[in-house]
């Protein structure tokens, strides 16, 4: 079974009028979910807010205190980046960052194999004492996290296919020897990271790769950059746990990226990294949604994708 992990509280986060990270991306996944018949098909998985004490294995004290107040305060925008927020976007952060948090516990008990997110605000660009890019707490990594501090999880692959860098994730892991980040990426692009020079210092070298291609990039060098370094590092690392940073704004169409992914190749792109899990992971993954702009485009890639999770 593939679970699914959604809230309409997320709804609640409000960028404003305009902004590309809007409610109604929520609603365009869940509408493209529905429409391919998938929806009915999913194991419904209970959503909670993320305790602090989860928040605070990725984000500082200090952080978490600041963006609290900030947003409660009705700030429009948080002082540590550009994202934008509204008096709800703490309680839907909150709420989504448990998602991931229940995903992983749904996955780990074996009552599902695998499992996707519709968590916004999205998560990859929040370092551990920074929003910005849209991102209010790093999902991904506090789902990374989770699996090992409450699953003894000792090693996690995270592959992110976003059309931006996920600086945040790699900030969070980059010394860090028990997680290996895989990223594809437009270059250059916001936020400016993502050399193929970073890969990772004490412990954690070796374990960031990043693949920056140019825009225009589509299913040829984003498959062969799985293909020729994801899937041997992986093999060689050996995931007990396989995380997703999904961006769809990798997507042809989408208004904030150059790339020329189509839906077929989530479907691919899904089944390479469902490989690996078999392979190390007993095929656990959990999926997160990132980017993804195009309200037209969006429901239908995410569809390609957790159907590939259903098999």
């Keep these: 079974m593939t679970g699914l992990a959604a809230d309409?509280?997320?709804?609640?986060?409000?960028?404003?009028?305009?902004?590309?990270?809007?409610?109604?991306?929520?609603?365009?996944?869940?509408?493209?979910?529905?429409?391919?018949?998938?929806?009915?098909?999913?194991?419904?998985?209970?959503?909670?807010?993320?305790?602090?004490?989860?928040l605070r294995r990725v984000h500082s004290s200090h952080y978490l205190d600041i963006a609290e107040h900030q947003i409660k305060e009705g700030a429009p925008e948080l002082a540590t980046g550009d994202t934008s927020v509204c008096d709800d976007?703490?309680?839907?952060?909150?709420?989504?960052?448990?998602?991931?948090?229940?995903?992983?516990?749904?996955?780990?008990?074996?009552?599902?194999?695998n499992a996707f997110c519709v968590t916004r605000p999205p998560g990859h660009h929040?370092?551990?004492?920074?929003?910005?890019?849209?991102?209010?707490?790093n999902n991904?990594?506090?789902?990374?996290?989770?699996?090992e501090k409450a699953h003894g999880i000792e090693r996690?692959?995270?592959?992110?296919?976003?059309?931006?860098?996920?600086?945040?994730?790699?900030?969070?892991?980059?010394?860090?020897?028990?997680?290996?980040f895989f990223s594809t990426h437009q270059w250059p692009l916001y936020p400016g990271t993502g050399r193929r020079a970073e890969t990772g210092i004490g412990a954690g070298a070796g374990l960031t790769i990043n693949c920056p291609l140019p825009a225009g990039a589509g299913r040829a060098l984003v498959l062969a950059a799985m293909r020729e370094e994801l899937e041997p590092a992986a093999d060689r690392f050996r995931p007990q746990m396989v995380l997703i940073s999904a961006g769809f704004?990798?997507?042809a169409g989408d208004p904030l990226g150059?790339?020329?992914?189509?839906d077929e190749d989530f479907e691919?792109?899904?089944?390479?990294?469902?490989?690996?899990?078999?392979?190390h992971a007993n095929g656990r993954v959990v999926s997160l949604l990132e980017g993804g702009y195009g309200l037209g485009i969006l429901g239908g890639a995410v569809a390609a994708h957790v159907g590939a999770l259903r098999g």
């Design 268 to 279: 691919e792109m899904t089944r390479l990294v469902k490989g690996i899990a078999a392979r």
């Design 249 to 251: 704004d990798s997507r």
């Design 140 to 147: 991904v990594a506090i789902a990374a996290r989770h699996a």
């Design 258 to 262: 150059g790339f020329l992914l189509k």
């Design 8 to 54: 309409p509280l997320c709804l609640k986060h409000d960028p404003g009028f305009g902004h590309p990270e809007c409610p109604e991306r929520y609603e365009a996944v869940m509408t493209g979910l529905e429409e391919a018949g998938l929806t009915a098909k999913l194991q419904t998985i209970a959503p909670r807010d993320a305790t602090r004490g989860e």
């Design 89 to 113: 976007s703490w309680e839907a952060a909150v709420r989504t960052a448990g998602l991931g948090v229940s995903a992983v516990d749904a996955v780990m008990s074996g009552r599902i194999e």
């Design 126 to 137: 929040a370092t551990a004492d920074r929003g910005m890019g849209f991102c209010i707490f």
């Design 156 to 180: 996690v692959l995270i592959v992110d296919w976003d059309v931006h860098h996920g600086n945040g994730t790699q900030d969070i892991f980059y010394g860090d020897g028990s997680v290996l």
